[in-house]
């Protein structure tokens, strides 16, 4: 009925198609009670209504008829009772059954169907209960099983007129997210705890914080509709890049290349909640972080805090052995985003898929600064002169005065092995080359860990414009 209503109201309302429509069990409000929402996923917003007429679903709106007891027995070949159930007081709506399968002792019993309340489990009440606690209840009964049944016939709320008036009532805006800069996610908020039947979508309209938080029936549903409104997210936010380096006077090195949201672990002992959402733009020459997302033009361009991506190494975390993260911090498919300042980040994706697409993007970005920069020099010392430690896209690693007089230079090719002390000396070796031997760079510079992010990105722009299966396999052990 809900359904059958809302195209009519939606052509009155908006003359938009929805991508995708249907019902789902959610709540705007992280405290008030689910219910069931019509969700319209449109072009560049996600909307919930509810219809007006149609209240919560308790048994205040049926009369119970013929109720019973039921009891059932595991023989040692069952390996189960033989039903599903669903329902909950998280979806306002009592326990039923949904599916009865042959061969079991439900079906055996020949008194348990599809559709059954199930009012008393083993003698405990299910008023109030949700789907996780009759689970437990369930599991807790062991080989045998107690059912208070009964079958629910809706009542007749009045004459016919009454009946269609509350049918054709009206709908009720809940929500309306924008979708631009939103995230799907499917972990409780700020945790590492993932939902099992649940996703949450997060937007902001430029002033405060908006969220729609969804229970799934099944499994395939959520999929369903993470899968979609995701899609609609990097649409929307491929078409800003496009729109804002089309529009707007950006210099060259301000063109943004991918933008997106991501979740960021904070210091354990920063918020009981410790991963917060977080907006990453790369551009042509930075990776730039935001706490939330700006309110005007000109708030995209003061980030809260900004890399030149020549400037940090990007290596996927592997968890759950990575000793950088506690055990109950951990979410799977994160990044470490590591700067030569020796700040680093941790940043946390939804799915394999998006970590690999994010990955590609920074290092694609990487190789594009890399060759517009061409080389970058440190100061330092070498055979106790204050030289320049210069590396060169084109010619690899030189060693120069202040003049930019080459006083020695290697190519990337010839770079064997390198390793430092962990404070200022960098130490290169270079394998032979025909009679010469192998050659050893000891050099002292000021600013280390800066110069050997420079090197990776270096190496790696290099290996990419030779030899693309060679830079997979440098990327591969990297990460």
């Not at 009925?1 to 992280?30: F, Y």
């Not at 009891?71 to 599903?84: A, N, S, Y």
Request: aromatic share 8%; net charge negative.
């Amino acid at each position: 009925r809900l359904l059958a209503r809302v195209s009519l109201d939606r052509e009155i309302m908006t003359s938009e198609r929805p991508i995708k429509a249907g019902t789902l069990h959610g709540k705007a409000r992280r405290h008030a009670p689910f219910r069931e929402m019509l969700v319209e996923l449109q072009k560049n917003r996600l909307v919930a209504y509810h219809h007006d007429k149609v209240k919560d679903t308790t048994l205040s709106h049926y009369t119970i008829v013929n109720q019973r007891v039921v009891q059932l027995e595991k023989l040692p070949t069952d390996t189960q009772f033989g039903f599903t159930f669903e329902g909950g007081v998280e979806y306002q709506s009592p326990i039923k059954i949904n599916k009865v399968y042959p061969d079991t002792p439900a079906m055996k019993s020949g008194e348990v169907y599809e559709g059954d309340v199930i009012f008393e489990l083993n003698g405990i009440s299910l008023w109030g209960k949700s789907h996780s606690d009759v689970t437990k209840i369930a599991k807790d009964g062991g080989k045998t099983m107690t059912l208070h049944l009964a079958c629910l016939n809706p009542r007749d709320i009045g004459s016919k007129g009454e009946s269609e008036s509350s049918a054709e009532g009206e709908l009720a805006l809940i929500a309306e997210i924008p979708l631009l800069m939103a995230s799907v996610c499917k972990y409780e908020r700020g945790t590492a705890l993932v939902r099992s039947d649940g996703f949450e979508v997060v937007s902001s309209n430029g002033k405060q914080e908006l969220s729609l938080l969804f229970n799934a029936s099944t499994a395939d549903l959520m999929t369903e509709w993470i899968s979609a409104i995701s899609d609609t997210v990097k649409k929307l936010n491929k078409n800003e890049v496009e729109k804002w380096n089309t529009w707007t006077e950006l210099e060259d090195y301000e063109q943004i290349l991918h933008m997106g949201t991501v979740h960021e672990l904070l210091p354990a002992n920063a918020h009981y909640k410790v991963w917060q959402r977080k907006a990453l733009v790369v551009t042509k020459g930075h990776l730039n972080i935001f706490s939330s997302l700006p309110d005007s033009v000109e708030g995209w361009f003061r980030p809260e805090e900004s890399y030149s991506l020549h400037q940090i190494t990007v290596k996927i975390m592997k968890l759950p052995n990575d000793e950088r993260v506690q055990s109950s911090q951990k979410r799977a498919n994160s990044i470490i985003v590591q700067s030569g300042t020796g700040k680093s980040h941790i940043f946390s994706f939804e799915s394999h898929h998006e970590l690999e697409s994010w990955l590609k993007e920074l290092h694609d970005a990487s190789i594009t600064a890399v060759n517009e920069l061409k080389r970058h020099s440190y100061r330092g010392i070498w055979n106790d002169m204050s030289v320049l430690f210069t590396i060169d896209i084109d010619q690899g690693f030189l060693v120069e005065d202040m003049h930019h007089t080459i006083l020695w230079s290697k190519t990337f090719s010839r770079l064997k092995h390198s390793f430092d002390d962990g404070s200022s000396q960098l130490n290169l070796e270079f394998g032979k080359h025909g009679n010469e031997s192998i050659e050893l760079l000891a050099i002292k510079l000021e600013d280390l860990y800066m110069a050997v992010c420079t090197i990776e990105a270096f190496m790696i722009a290099k290996l990419a414009s030779q030899d693309m299966k060679s830079l997979e396999r440098v990327l591969n052990a990297s990460h």
